[in-house]
Structures are given as structure tokens and as C-alpha cells.
């Protein structure tokens, strides 16, 4: 039989609830019946007691006790309840004449001796000779009968041991009987509210067993409901936000793929126009259409490039160099380099640089490659008479590098797709300027590997500003407070 979840947890509480109730049960009949057995030996005290005052007024009247010297008739009516009770009556009992004792009718004046006082009663003379009773008797009560300050006499009861009595035996045993039933109940009860709470407990589990077939499946659109406000509730929760992010990364898969084969479609096709020009004669193979075979090559060759970085970058593959770098001196000489480039596009460059060193630990090669990839894009798409702006400060424990130009810039809640694969705003962002749509997914996977972020934002010169934050070693900002 295949054990559910449910019948196990069931089990379970069935199993701790029968042990519980079985113990409680049977230590409560032990000590039921332990308790039994000292309250009649402590109400055989007490009627040892009476017996002794009893015996201490006949002995005053008459002088001394004989009569009662292997005399089992005159003790067993000495015994008798009437006479036992008689002390609390009158405080001073008319004495129990031996010779001339109460009249008797056919039956026996009161009830028998229940407990079987008689039976375990001893007793010694002032010399200690026996009178009634075993003549060895066990240790147990003992009571002195004293008269005028004189012990004439020792009585002995042997105490219970164990209840063998049938009136007290059927007592004990109707509560032993009584509490048994109950612990039946109580199991039944417990395995009926056992098997209810399973079934209610693991009812989430149902449906997130469900959702997450339908998600092996494909249907990464299902979700799971989430019942109770608990430790189930948040696993549904966490399917649930599993499921969207597998969801959100398919149609990026399914998105990209598009993207891919629509960027790598447009060079080739290029290419094969080119050469099937060539083959009919069309146009000749010159210069110039070695040229512009040429640059469709390098064009594909670039983007080939660009999704083999994002393929190791996402493989965490992409190998690093950190070292020691004053990211000061890093974007002075790649400025120099682009000081030519700017000037022939039109462009102003201006850079706000601190005076002193501001160290990271971080390769430079790839640092580099950041910072050239934005400067790219501002050359390429900043208009021409327009402006770039560099600026490097410190704030806290992180360097700040912004790199803002002018018009033009991007729509308005626009700026965060900019870091996403193959995304184009407009024309003035489009392939005709060379770019491949992936420079700025790469820069975000650069920077995230050196524990960084980079944000796009609204350019205070009209176009677009990125910022990119780094963590810097700690005894520059010590050097700089």
C-alpha cells in the first residue's frame, strides 16, 4: 500500500496519541490503585485506633483482657461496625461484657468484615504473649493499648499490599474499565480529527503538485492558488514566481532567437546580393565591392562576437583579470583616444575628472571595454554639434563614472530597455549606425561581474546619461574624507 503524505502524518499523531493515552492510562491505574491501597491502610489505622481506646476501657472495667485470649467470638464482635463506631457516639462507650454478651438473632448484626480487619489482627499481652491473631505476624500498623500510663498490651495489623479484597478489587477495576473506554474514545476521536486535519493540511499540496506537472509540461502559465497564509502559502508564492520567471525567460529565449536570426538574416542577405551581382555580372568585383562585402563580414562578424561574450557572460565563464586599477588614469587615456573621433563628428568632449587617484579593484581590459562601448554609442548617435559629457566622483564607498550626451535621446520609461538583448528605441538607434543591440547588454554583464550597477537615465544635455557605480578599495575614501 503506497503511504501518502496524509496517511503518514495521520499515522503519526495516531501513534504519539495512543502512546500518550496508553501511558497516561496506565499510570493513572497504578497510582489509582497505590492510592487505593494506602487509604485503607491509613482507614485501618484509624480503626486501629478505636479498637485500642475499645480495648483500654474493657480492660479498665474487668482488669485485664483473657477473655479475648483465643476467643474468636468475642473479637468478631468486637469488630462489628456498631461497636467500632461506637467512640464517635459517646465518649465513653458502655463496655463489651465477655459473659454476658448482647442477645444474637439468627442473622449477623451488621455487615461482615469487608476488608478482612480480623484476619490480619495480632495482638500481645503486656509480656508479649499472643493472644489472638498470628503468632508471628508481619511488620506493619502497630498500636499500643495504655492504660494509666502502663502498656498492657501491643496490637498488630498487617497492612495491604495489594488490593485482594472482591468489594475494593471491583471498585478499582470499574475505574481501570471506565478510564479504558475513555482512551478508546479519545484514539478514535484523535484518528478521525488526525485524518481530517491531513487532508486539510496537505490540500495545497495537491495543487502545487498539479501546477508544477502542468509547468514540466510547458504550460508555464499556470499558477498555483495559494490557500493558507503559512509555510504552504509560500511555497505556492515561490512556484508561482518561478513559474513567471521561467515564463518571462522563455519568451526572452523565443524573443531573442527572433532577434538573432532577423540580425544575422539582414549581412547575410546583403552579402548573397552582392555576390550573386558578382556572379551575373552585374556589377563588377572591385574595390568597392570587396569593400562592402568586407564590411557586411565584419558587421556579422561583430554580432557573432557580441552573442559569444553574452553566451560566457550568462555561463559565467567570461574570465577576469582583477587588479589594482586608478580608474583616474583609466578614462584619461581612453578620452585621449577618442578625442579625434569626437572632433571629426562634430562633437564636443569634455571630462570633469578629481585630481587624485581613485583606485578599484577590477580588470582593466574590461573596464576599458565598458568605457569604450558608451563612448561609441554617444559618438555614433549624438547629432552633430552636440556635446559628451564625462564626469568621475565619489560617493561613500563607490566610484561614480556618468557618461551623458546630447539630443538625441530616448522616450520617456524607455531607458531600462536600453540594457535588454538586440532592443532598438528608433532609427536613431538602429543598425544602420553599426550597432548590433547588444553593447549595452554586455556593458551590464561587465560591471554586474565587478559587483557594479549601471543605469540609463534622462541626460541633463538633452540625450541620454548612463551612471555606473563601483566599489572601491577602501583606503582611497580613508585617503579622500
Not at 476501657?57 to 479475648?68: H, K
Not at 499472643?130 to 498490651?153: A, E, M, R, S, Y
Not at 536570426?261 to 555576390?275: F, N
Not at 578620452?335 to 569626437?342: E, I, K, V
Request: hydrophobic share 40%; charged share 20%; proline share 6%.
Amino acid at each position: 500500500m503506497r503511504l501518502t503524505i496524509a496517511k503518514k502524518i495521520a499515522l503519526a499523531v495516531i501513534g504519539t496519541v495512543i502512546l500518550s493515552i496508553g501511558t497516561m492510562t496506565w499510570v493513572v491505574s497504578q497510582n489509582l490503585q497505590r492510592g487505593f491501597v494506602a487509604y485503607l491502610n491509613e482507614m485501618q489505622a484509624q480503626d486501629l485506633a478505636e479498637l485500642a481506646d475499645m480495648l483500654a476501657v474493657q480492660y479498665r472495667q474487668r482488669g485485664n483482657l483473657e477473655l479475648l485470649r483465643h476467643n474468636p467470638e468475642a473479637l468478631r464482635e468486637l469488630l462489628t461496625p456498631k461497636n467500632l463506631q461506637s467512640q464517635f457516639e459517646d465518649d465513653r462507650p458502655p463496655p463489651y461484657d465477655f459473659h454476658h454478651p448482647p442477645p444474637r438473632s439468627g442473622r449477623r448484626q451488621g455487615p461482615p468484615d469487608p476488608f478482612g480487619f480480623g484476619s490480619r489482627l495480632s495482638m500481645q499481652d503486656e509480656s508479649g504473649r499472643p493472644l489472638f491473631g498470628p503468632p508471628n505476624p508481619q511488620h506493619g500498623l502497630t498500636k499500643q493499648i495504655i492504660v494509666d500510663g502502663q502498656i498492657i498490651g501491643t496490637l498488630q495489623l498487617t497492612p495491604f499490599v495489594n488490593i485482594s479484597n472482591t468489594n475494593a478489587s471491583i471498585f478499582v477495576r470499574g475505574q481501570v474499565r471506565d478510564m479504558l473506554w475513555l482512551a478508546v474514545a479519545l484514539i478514535l476521536f484523535s484518528g478521525l480529527l488526525a485524518s481530517w486535519l491531513a487532508r486539510q493540511l496537505l490540500r495545497p499540496v495537491a495543487s502545487l503538485r498539479d501546477v508544477t506537472q502542468r509547468i514540466a509540461q510547458g504550460q508555464l502559465e499556470a499558477r498555483a492558488p495559494v490557500i493558507n497564509n503559512d509555510e504552504l502559502g509560500e511555497l505556492a508564492q515561490h512556484v508561482n514566481g518561478m513559474a513567471q520567471a521561467l515564463e518571462v525567460n522563455e519568451k526572452q529565449r523565443r524573443r531573442m532567437i527572433a532577434d538573432v536570426s532577423h540580425e544575422l538574416r539582414t549581412p547575410l542577405s546583403v552579402i548573397r546580393g552582392e555576390i550573386e551581382a558578382l556572379q551575373d555580372g552585374i556589377r563588377q568585383a572591385d574595390s568597392a565591392a570587396l569593400s562592402s562585402l568586407h564590411a557586411e563580414v565584419l558587421q556579422l562578424n561583430k554580432l557573432v562576437d557580441d552573442l559569444h561574450q553574452l553566451a560566457l557572460a550568462d555561463a559565467g565563464d567570461l574570465h577576469y583579470q582583477p587588479q589594482r586599477v586608478d580608474l583616474v588614469a583609466l578614462v584619461q587615456s581612453i578620452l585621449f583616444r577618442f578625442q579625434s573621433r569626437t572632433e571629426k563628428a562634430g562633437l564636443v568632449l569634455k571630462a570633469i575628472l578629481p585630481p587624485e587617484n581613485i583606485d578599484i579593484n577590477a580588470d582593466p581590459n574590461r573596464i576599458t571595454q565598458v568605457i569604450t562601448n558608451l563612448l561609441e554609442n554617444s559618438v555614433r548617435y549624438t547629432h552633430s554639434g552636440g556635446t559628451i559629457l564625462v564626469t568621475l566622483s565619489v560617493h561613500y564607498q563607490h566610484v561614480v563614472l556618468s557618461i551623458a550626451d546630447s539630443a538625441p535621446g530616448v522616450p520617456e520609461g524607455q531607458h531600462a530597455r536600453l540594457f535588454e538583448r538586440l532592443y532598438r528605441v528608433d532609427e536613431a538607434r538602429s543598425r544602420e549606425r553599426g550597432g548590433s543591440g547588444l553593447g549595452l547588454s554586455i556593458c551590464k554583464a561587465l560591471i554586474a561581474a565587478h559587483c557594479g550597477e549601471i543605469d540609463a537615465m534622462p541626460s541633463s544635455l538633452g540625450g541620454v546619461q548612463v551612471v555606473i557605480k563601483l566599489p572601491i578599495i577602501l583606503e582611497t575614501v580613508v585617503g579622500q574624507i
